[in-house]
């Protein structure tokens, strides 16, 4: 178990929350540019994720944007009260090593369907006609 003494230890607070849209993507591509604005100091972040789903093509950005950003500064996701969906993928980004999740933290992982209501009630067999 990794327990977090400091704030400091986190560096720079990346919050990712609510639904993964475009204003999900262009917050993270914002606090980036803070980021990476600081000069030639050695540059340590770690994102907060806390989301029901979205968009998958959102999630699907935002994920390639982590990988990418973590060739070049110290980061770390905390899944921190939930993650659902395709913020599951998000937080799949980085190895394990550098994910943690909050103790009362949730990850939420569904089958991925084609045009099928997952709260719907219709029966497996008419789903797996459906796909």
Same mark, same amino acid.
Request: charged share 25%; net charge positive.
């Given at each position: 178990?990794?327990?977090?003494?400091?704030? &400091?230890?986190?560096?720079?607070?990346?919050?990712?929350?609510?639904? #993964?849209?475009?204003?999900? =993507? @262009? &917050?993270?591509?914002? +606090?980036?540019?803070?980021?990476?604005?600081? /000069?030639?100091? %050695?540059?340590? &972040? %770690?994102? =907060?994720? $806390?989301?029901?789903? /979205?968009?998958?093509?959102?999630?699907?950005?935002?994920?390639? @944007?982590? +990988?990418?950003? $973590? @060739?070049? #500064?110290?980061? @770390?996701?905390?899944? &921190?009260?939930?993650?659902?969906?395709? /913020?599951?993928?998000?937080?799949?980004?980085?190895? !394990?090593? !550098? !994910?943690?999740?909050?103790?009362?933290?949730?990850?939420?992982?569904?089958?991925? %369907? !084609? $045009?099928?209501?997952?709260?719907?009630?219709? $029966?497996?067999?008419? +789903?797996? +006609?459906? =796909?």
């Amino acid at each position: 178990m990794v327990v977090i003494k400091s704030l &400091a230890e986190l560096g720079t607070l990346i919050a990712l929350s609510g639904d #993964v849209d475009n204003e999900m =993507l @262009r &917050a993270f591509d914002a +606090r980036v540019e803070k980021l990476l604005d600081t /000069g030639g100091e %050695t540059k340590k &972040a %770690t994102i =907060l994720l $806390s989301t029901h789903g /979205g968009g998958v093509s959102f999630g699907e950005a935002l994920t390639e @944007r982590i +990988r990418f950003l $973590s @060739r070049f #500064v110290d980061l @770390r996701i905390i899944a &921190a009260t939930f993650v659902y969906s395709i /913020g599951v993928k998000i937080f799949l980004a980085l190895p !394990r090593e !550098r !994910r943690l999740i909050t103790p009362n933290g949730t990850i939420m992982i569904h089958s991925q %369907t !084609r $045009s099928i209501n997952s709260v719907g009630n219709i $029966s497996y067999d008419e +789903r797996e +006609r459906i =796909l």
